[in-house]
């Protein structure tokens, strides 16, 4: 169940959020390494400890990126640290904090306006609510993620990959509404998935 739900991870970017409270926050220290190298680097080096496993020294360099972009008031690069550290907490079975960053990586994308950003965090908490069984709560991000991808998909019809990760969220979907029992939504939102799926591999040949 872990490694399938982790799978599901793949596509979406890193987590993040908006709102401090300047009174109660108390800013992470910039580590010295921090000093030295540039915040692109920070942020790939996070990404490689991510997917080799090194999730202290990925939440590390996040950290160190994520108070590199407040101290600029880069909204959307506090957008990515955060991504970055929810996906850690995520994957170390913290859903609580992986929630909290993911729900503050929201903000800044739906103040952004960030239809992309939207999207993979909607998503990403669709997961991690699936994790918590909260199925309720994963079917109304889902169904959010869901909106945002079939609009984008209309405005770029052969994105394959946009098509394989609608798939995903289609299917997904189908699986809570067949755990509730509710058949015919569970086929229709399967059927939908499948076809979305065809489709992004026959692309994909193509290429």
């Known amino acids: 169940m872990r490694k399938t739900l982790t799978n599901l991870l793949i596509g979406a ?3 993040g959020s908006l709102f401090f409270n300047s ?5 992470p220290k910039q580590t010295e390494k921090a000093k030295f190298q540039s915040e692109d680097t920070l942020l790939k080096t996070a990404g490689n400890f991510y997917y080799k496993g090194e ?3 990925a939440k590390e360099n996040y950290t160190d990126f994520l108070e590199i972009k ?6 959307l690069g ?4 955060f991504q970055g550290i929810g996906a850690v907490f995520d994957v170390q079975g913290n859903y609580d904090s992986a929630v909290y960053y993911n729900i503050n990586a929201l903000k800044i994308y739906e103040n952004l306006k960030d239809s992309l950003g939207i999207s993979k965090i909607s998503n990403n908490l669709g997961i991690i609510s699936l994790e918590q069984n909260k199925e309720d709560n994963a079917l109304e991000y889902f169904r959010k993620d869901s909106l945002i991808k079939s609009a984008l998909l209309k405005s770029t019809p052969e994105d394959s990959l946009l098509k394989s990760n609608f798939s995903t969220t289609l299917r997904n ?3 809570i509404y067949k755990k509730q029992n509710k058949n015919n939504e569970a086929l229709k939102y399967y059927f939908s998935s499948l076809e979305l799926a065809q489709e992004s591999k ?6």
Request: one cysteine or more; aromatic letters at 10%.
């Open 13 to 15: 970017s890193l987590i």
């Open 23 to 27: 009174c109660n926050y108390e800013k």
């Open 55 to 57: 999730y202290n020294l």
């Open 70 to 75: 407040k101290n600029k008031n880069d909204s």
């Open 78 to 81: 506090i957008a990515k640290g």
């Open 173 to 175: 979907m189908g699986t």
């Open 202 to 207: 026959n692309k994909f040949q193509e290429a």
